[in-house]
């Protein structure tokens, strides 16, 4: 099962090799959870056994650009998007002092948030999961510590 975001550049099917219902995908944009996302984790791990849960986080992701320009310019957020940005901010506020690309560092540290929150549930402890990280321009995904 793939917990992915939404960007047209990183189908999971596409990025790896696979054809239609071969994966269990679901995709928000910059992987942020909601309980819908994860219902529908849990029915994928619980109902149908899926083994492996891996959560894709990519380079140069706009749901992560998005959070870090409301957070440089302190605009308010419209409507909904305000669910995408409060979830990715605590990984923006961790790594804002880091040198180098503050977007790929947050990218990194909310991808490898999420894998840490779908590991502590209990609902999903029959699952492996792990965190990812897919370059857009080489095609290459490599796993996140």
Same mark, same amino acid.
């Given at each position: 099962?793939?917990?992915? +975001?939404?960007?047209?550049?990183?189908?999971?099917?596409?990025?790896?090799?696979? &054809?239609?219902?071969?994966?269990? +995908?679901?995709?928000?944009?910059?992987?942020?959870?909601?309980?819908?996302?994860?219902?529908?984790?849990?029915? &994928?791990? =619980? =109902?149908?056994?899926?083994?492996?849960?891996? *959560?894709?986080? @990519?380079? %140069? +992701?706009?749901?992560?650009?998005?959070?870090? =320009? @409301?957070?440089?310019?302190?605009?308010?957020?419209? &409507? /909904?998007?305000?669910?995408?940005?409060?979830?990715i901010a605590p990984a923006a506020h961790r790594t804002r002092a880091l040198p180098g690309d503050?977007?790929? /560092?947050?990218? %990194?540290? @909310?991808?490898?948030? *999420?894998r840490d929150a779908i590991r502590a549930d209990p609902a999903f402890g029959t699952a492996h999961?792990?965190?990812?990280?897919?370059?857009?321009?080489? &095609?290459?995904?490599?796993?996140?510590?």
């Amino acid at each position: 099962m793939i917990v992915g +975001c939404i960007d047209s550049r990183v189908p999971p099917e596409l990025v790896f090799d696979q &054809g239609l219902g071969d994966l269990l +995908c679901t995709r928000t944009a910059g992987q942020v959870l909601d309980e819908a996302v994860l219902g529908s984790v849990q029915y &994928g791990v =619980e =109902e149908l056994g899926v083994p492996l849960v891996l *959560v894709l986080g @990519h380079e %140069r +992701c706009g749901a992560v650009a998005a959070t870090l =320009e @409301h957070l440089r310019t302190g605009a308010p957020v419209p &409507g /909904h998007l305000e669910l995408l940005v409060d979830e990715i901010a605590p990984a923006a506020h961790r790594t804002r002092a880091l040198p180098g690309d503050w977007a790929e /560092h947050t990218m %990194r540290a @909310h991808t490898t948030w *999420v894998r840490d929150a779908i590991r502590a549930d209990p609902a999903f402890g029959t699952a492996h999961v792990e965190a990812a990280r897919f370059d857009p321009g080489t &095609g290459l995904v490599s796993l996140l510590p």
